[in-house]
């Protein structure tokens, strides 16, 4: 079974400056999806980025980015020029490409807080 | 709008009695799922739809029970709920299986059992 760690439980950034998410998992597959979600205060889950694990290319999403390395099984998410509407709980998800069940195995989550 | 839409969004019971969680979405999607979020463990899956009458165990059924008898709609069910299925719970789907299509989130109903 995958497993996904976040072994952050919880950062602090100051506005406008950058920080990195940690994000490792465990599989023995060699096709997947990674994910980063975003859960702000409202409670919504919110798709960041995503990462094709037979692409090298790191994915990008505007001030949002990813290393993806996967021979060590490792999944950061780096914010630049962080917001203020960047504080919320962020999950790192791991989907296998098999046919079948579509599940989302998610780690614990960090809470990102921005200070003014 | 396309979106899932789950009702109602808090929701405090005593032990025992029954209730259902309602989930709908609007986008046609084959695939259906419900998930609970708890502290420190991040989100489970709970039951999964594959398509209508198709319904399977995820990780955590014990206690619910799903049904799919058509395809936008996926209701949760718990007939006997206890204080440990407190939690957070969501309900998504996506278009179809085993392909690169994004998983739509509901915006989470929060169950208080006492």
């Known amino acids: 079974a995958q497993t996904v760690t976040q072994s952050q439980p919880e950062m602090s950034v100051q506005e406008a400056e950058t920080v990195t998410l940690s994000c490792t998992y465990d599989?023995?597959?060699?096709?997947?999806?990674l994910f980063w979600y975003k859960q702000p205060p409202s409670r919504q889950m919110i798709l960041v980025i995503r990462?094709?694990?037979?692409?090298?290319q790191n994915a990008t999403e505007n001030r949002f980015s990813v290393n993806f390395q996967k021979a060590a099984k490792s999944f950061s998410l780096k914010i630049s020029d962080s917001q203020l509407g960047d504080a919320a709980m962020y999950f790192c998800?791991?989907?296998?490409?098999?046919?079948?069940?579509?599940?989302?195995?998610f780690g614990t989550g960090t809470r990102l807080t921005i200070i003014p | 709008e396309a979106q899932v839409t789950q009702n109602p969004r808090y929701l405090i019971t005593v032990t025992g009695k029954k209730l259902t969680v309602t989930c709908s979405q609007n986008?046609?999607?084959?695939?259906m799922s419900w998930y609970r979020q708890d502290p420190g463990l991040g989100l489970r899956q709970i039951y999964y739809?594959?398509?209508?009458?198709?319904?399977d165990k995820g990780d955590v059924p014990e206690g619910y029970k799903v049904s799919r008898k058509e395809k936008r709609n996926f209701p949760l069910i718990l007939e006997s709920p206890s204080p440990n299925q407190t939690s957070l719970y969501f309900c998504?789907?996506?278009?179809?299986?085993?392909?690169?299509?994004?998983?739509?989130f509901g915006n989470g109903t929060r169950l208080t059992v006492t």
């Open positions: 998800a791991y989907r296998s490409a098999s046919f079948g069940n579509e599940k989302l195995t």
């Open positions: 990462q094709e694990a037979y692409k090298q």
């Open positions: 599989t023995s597959e060699s096709d997947y999806y």
């Open positions: 986008m046609n999607h084959e695939y």
């Open positions: 739809s594959m398509n209508v009458e198709v319904t």
């Open positions: 998504a789907s996506s278009l179809f299986t085993g392909g690169d299509s994004p998983l739509h």
